[in-house]
DNA sequence: TAGATTTGACCCTC
DNA sequence: GAGGGTCAAATCTA
């Protein structure tokens, strides 16, 4: 059977570790969203500045473990296919967050996925010999979980923008390899191409950002120099809705980060298209439920 | 002042 | 020589 996914076992624990991790937050992200603020606590009154509630704040955090989980499943997810004892069969690894409802063409994927590994493996250029590569094709740029420092940027030929190039936040303090390129494809509506190379060996100074028993982390949250760095909140946005970009010159690159996704404005552009292999899973982030979780279960096996 | 971004130069491969 | 990736000095920003 084409689509069967094998595994090694190593590979097929952590990716069932990563999908068990997204689900449990998509729960806890259900439990805040239908916890409907009657708490009255808002940041506000711890911190005097913000008037986001904190049920917000809880469901944007568990948004970006979600992300950041099922980022590492993709990269779990293509790397495989280099173990020796085997290789994920069928079609790589695509996600595509749709704002129009628009589709990426899965077969492109694949080849441009093909390309690249090809390329790879022949060592045609600079680039670090990484094994894990994959591709995403998004109308906007959305926070992966991670850190990333931009280190270039480039005009490509025949490309109508520059392709942005960045590494890990921590490439020297925890030797993290991980990179990705990024690359505005198209104008209306927006999309960009995100190349991924390499999995992520740090570990995020994100990731106690919530933890239950440390307010005092909670209330840093819109202080953190991510935030700062790659998620600038992009003015109110009048319906219909433009794309979700603020301009850097001639490349608009900006991310929108998890917590975004809550304003009004944002909520359509949560409706995300997961591909593995040949079938497609559906989610909004605002209703986690919905992730079929079981599905992919059932398609790898588990 | 430290860390991030920008940008021209350089390197490597085809 | 062209094209793409990376380096590193200059610049920016909080």
């Known amino acids: 059977m084409e689509n069967v996914v094998w595994l090694s076992t190593n590979g097929k624990k952590a990716i069932e570790e990563e999908l068990i991790r997204g689900h449990d937050m998509a729960n806890q992200l259900l439990e805040v969203l239908t916890f409907d ?44 296919k280099e173990f020796n004892d085997v290789p994920v069969s069928g079609r790589d690894v695509s996600i595509s967050n749709s704002y129009h409802k628009m589709e990426v063409d899965l077969d492109g994927a694949y080849k441009k996925l ?53 590494r890990c936040t921590h490439m020297n303090d925890q030797h993290c390899e991980a990179m990705k390129h990024v690359q505005r494809t198209q104008e209306n509506p927006p999309l960009y191409t995100t190349t991924y190379y390499g999995y992520h060996t740090c570990k995020s100074n994100l990731e106690p950002i919530l933890s239950s028993d440390d307010s005092s982390v909670l209330l840093s949250f819109d202080n953190n120099v991510l935030i700062k760095q790659e998620y600038q909140l992009p003015p109110p946005l009048p319906l219909p809705l433009p794309p979700l970009v603020a301009s850097i010159k001639e490349d608009p690159l900006k991310e929108i980060h998890p917590n975004q996704l809550f304003l ?17 899973h559906t989610t909004m982030l ?8 079981e599905n992919v279960y059932d398609q790898f096996g588990f």
């Open 264 to 280: 009004s404005e944002n909520i359509l552009s949560c409706n995300f298209e997961v591909y593995f292999d040949n079938v497609k």
């Open 114 to 166: 093909k390309i690249l590994n090809t390329k790879q493996q022949k060592g045609s250029n600079k680039r670090k010999s990484i094994s894990a590569t994959w591709e995403k094709t998004t109308p906007i740029l959305i926070d992966d979980g991670h850190t990333w420092r931009k280190y270039g940027q480039k005009r490509i030929t025949k490309a109508k923008y520059y392709r942005s190039y960045y």
């Open 286 to 293: 605002l209703s986690p439920e919905s992730f079929e979780f």
């Open 37 to 80: 603020d009657k708490s009255n606590i808002s940041i506000r009154e711890v911190k005097g500045s913000n008037s986001q509630s904190l049920s917000t704040l809880i469901a944007g955090d568990l948004v970006r473990k979600i992300l950041k989980s099922l980022t590492n499943t993709l990269l779990l997810l293509n790397n495989n």
